[in-house]
């Protein structure tokens, strides 16, 4: 690291310790007024008038604060009638009530009564509630992406599609509610969608168009930051990670606490996630351990802090990297690539199940004003997100959302053909497929020696590539496919869906150890 470097990171650690402090000093100040005894009853922070709450079958968790001991009366009053209110007693400065199953629909008031004060949520509709986190492709703002203008055009058009951010915050402790509020629940405007995640925007209008509900959708997210900041210690534990030298915003578990675990008592429908690029070069070797680890801790949390109400297995999206820099050589992205799938290539699978993932390394941006690893092409990663959610989260039928991989792999010593799992559209490629050339009988790995080859011929499910480019002495011992932080132009990939709308995503096979393998000699 060089000397301005150096300096740089100083600064920045610098900058987010007094950040952290200033937190911490709010922290204390929110905790006192949230337990004083001053008679006001109310809503926890993520409450508010024109909310999403989750529709039936799940059953919506309201919660508050109030006096210790007094009687809450929590009632609904809207287009259906519903059952008699619910009277829960404050314990601790907290009450917490489970409202009966509601169909998708609204607007309803929500009202928390006790003897002295009363508490009225407004504009409330019932629909699907989604999560959306991760880092600064997340937090890229519907303002900057391609074609802005249009799409904060609609935004109005789309008054059932409520929005609400958490704002950045840190805490080395789990907290119970969120230190600050960013955007509070709204209807949409173009001012407010502005501001708010391009893909979680995005995705929830283009979810819209197909459920024709209501559906709520909570950012909270930050830029640059690694995937074990965001993972509790129960999750960090199971891949056994040790504190590094990092700033005070990317520490272990602080943005869990702060961001996420507030949110634990909430019912959601599901997740979508955009992170992994600050993981390229800080435990990228453990991602593959530490991603699924927290998608999975995340579905116990949830399940757990909602009573029952939240799926213990909900559905969690996210999109796998897109790109950084066109003509490197590095391995970091395309091994992230790889891990977000817990090294099998694709989601679902038996490690990760009920995901899905939007391909995204044919949408590069070389000319972002916010910097190449910042593609403004974010309507084609929630399109893509939209086609994996309505078949994993909804269980549509017949709704094409995985790209194709391969099912089987016959070489001899000419060529190596690859048979898909579903017909595609090929363009031809003198570099996008590389061979590992080896006498040794062992996986490939990132220092081996691999070539890249054209691909010779394709038929409806099939590809053929060149295999004589090994040396006499070597075979061809494993195969990867786009293994590159940059592999091709946008939307220009050589292999797609038959309809040319999902890319094949990147793959690594090794040919060796042979048992159970797809690859097969002729």
């Not at 952290?20 to 949230?34: D, E, H, P, R």
């Not at 898909?420 to 590389?434: A, G, H, L, N």
Request: proline share 7%; aromatic share 12%; hydrophobic share 40%.
């Amino acid at each position: 690291m060089t000397v301005p470097d150096r300096a740089q990171q100083l600064f920045i650690n610098v900058c987010c310790l007094l950040v952290m402090a200033v937190t911490l000093c709010v922290v204390f100040i929110l905790l006192a007024s949230f337990y004083s005894c001053d008679g006001n009853l109310r809503f926890a922070s993520y409450y508010g008038d024109h909310m999403v709450l989750q529709r039936s079958p799940e059953r919506a968790v309201l919660w508050g604060y109030g006096p210790d001991g007094a009687q809450v009366n929590v009632s609904l009053s809207g287009p259906i009638k519903q059952k008699t209110s619910l009277v829960v007693t404050v314990t601790k400065g907290i009450w917490r009530v489970m409202l009966d199953p509601v169909e998708a629909g609204g607007p309803y008031n929500v009202t928390a009564a006790a003897q002295s004060s009363r508490a009225t949520l407004t504009d409330v509709l019932f629909g699907d509630v989604w999560l959306c986190g991760g880092q600064s492709n997340m937090y890229f703002k519907t303002s900057q992406i391609f074609n802005a203008s249009e799409e904060l055009a609609l935004a109005a058009k789309y008054p059932h599609v409520r929005t609400f951010m958490a704002a950045l915050n840190l805490s080395e402790t789990e907290l119970i509610d969120l230190i600050q509020v960013e955007l509070p629940w709204s209807v949409p405007t173009a001012r407010d969608v502005a501001e708010f995640s391009a893909v979680c925007w995005l995705f929830g209008r283009y979810m819209y168009e197909n459920l024709k509900y209501p559906i709520g959708l909570v950012e909270s997210c930050w830029g640059g930051t690694p995937v074990e900041a965001w993972s509790s210690s129960r999750a960090l534990q199971q891949c056994r990670l040790e504190l590094s030298n990092v700033s005070p915003k990317d520490r272990n578990s602080v943005l869990w606490n702060a961001m996420i675990h507030p949110l634990l008592n909430m019912t959601i429908k599901g997740a979508i996630w955009y992170q992994g690029e600050a993981n390229a070069d800080y435990h990228q070797e453990k991602y593959n351990c530490s991603f699924p680890a927290m998608i999975d801790d995340w579905r116990t949390a949830f399940h757990h802090g909602s009573g029952g109400q939240t799926a213990h297995d909900f559905p969690f999206g996210f999109v796998q990297l897109s790109t950084y820099k066109k003509g490197s050589t590095d391995d970091g992205f395309p091994n992230i690539r790889w891990h977000q799938t817990a090294d099998t290539g694709f989601v679902p699978n038996p490690r990760m199940q009920k995901t899905f993932m939007a391909v995204a390394l044919d949408l590069p941006d070389e000319t972002s004003p916010y910097g190449t690893i910042h593609p403004r092409d974010k309507q084609d990663v929630a399109y893509r997100l939209t086609l994996g959610a309505r078949a994993v989260a909804y269980d549509e039928k017949d709704v094409p959302f995985l790209g194709p991989f391969p099912n089987q792999i016959l070489s001899g010593p000419m060529y190596v053909n690859i048979t898909y799992d579903q017909t595609v559209s090929v363009t031809p490629s003198k570099d996008i497929f590389e061979i590992c050339c080896s006498m040794i009988q062992a996986p490939c790995g990132p220092m081996s020696r691999w070539v890249a080859v054209p691909i010779m011929q394709w038929g409806p499910t099939t590809v053929q590539i060149a295999a004589n480019l090994c040396s006499p002495t070597d075979e061809v011992t494993a195969l990867r496919y786009a293994w590159r932080d940059w592999p091709c132009s946008f939307r220009a990939c050589p292999i797609y869906s038959a309809s040319g709308i999902l890319p094949a995503p990147p793959f690594i096979i090794n040919r060796y150890p042979a048992t159970g393998n797809i690859w097969k000699s002729y």
